[in-house]
């Protein structure tokens, strides 16, 4: 008999998952809005960790163009880990397609 195992494969397939999970907790992105008159801050789950407005913002006194530029931060980091991600994604899609191809090779040998 051959020596493939599933639950091994399994097993590390379930390893990656939790690793590029925890690096999607430890990837930190930064954007600003209005020439830095807001920032914020933003892990690859998409979680914001912080917000700084700049005093001077504050003092214009335009509440609606100072949510427009927490809006435009926020959305300017989910694209930032939104390309992360494509480009995480892509690496692993082609490293599971060679495990796959890998995979077709064992069992076409049993």
């Known amino acids: ?9 399994m097993s590390q397939a379930k390893q ?5 999970q925890k690096k999607m907790e430890q990837t930190v992105v ?5 020439g830095g008159s807001v920032t914020v801050k933003m892990d690859g789950r998409k979680q914001v960790l ?8 504050v003092k214009a006194g335009d509440v609606e163009m100072l949510q427009d530029l ?12 939104d390309q992360g991600d494509a480009i995480e ?3 692993n899609a082609r490293r599971t397609r060679r495990h ?3 995979l077709q090779l064992v ?3 049993i």
């Open 1 to 9: 008999m051959s020596g493939f195992n599933l639950q091994e494969l």
């Open 16 to 20: 990656q998952y939790e690793t590029l």
């Open 30 to 34: 930064e954007a600003s809005a209005g």
């Open 50 to 57: 912080g917000i700084k407005i700049d005093p001077e913002a």
């Open 70 to 81: 927490v809006m435009a931060a926020l959305n300017e980091a989910g694209r930032k880990v």
């Open 89 to 91: 994604c892509r690496w």
């Open 100 to 102: 796959f191809v890998d």
């Open 107 to 109: 069992i076409g040998n």
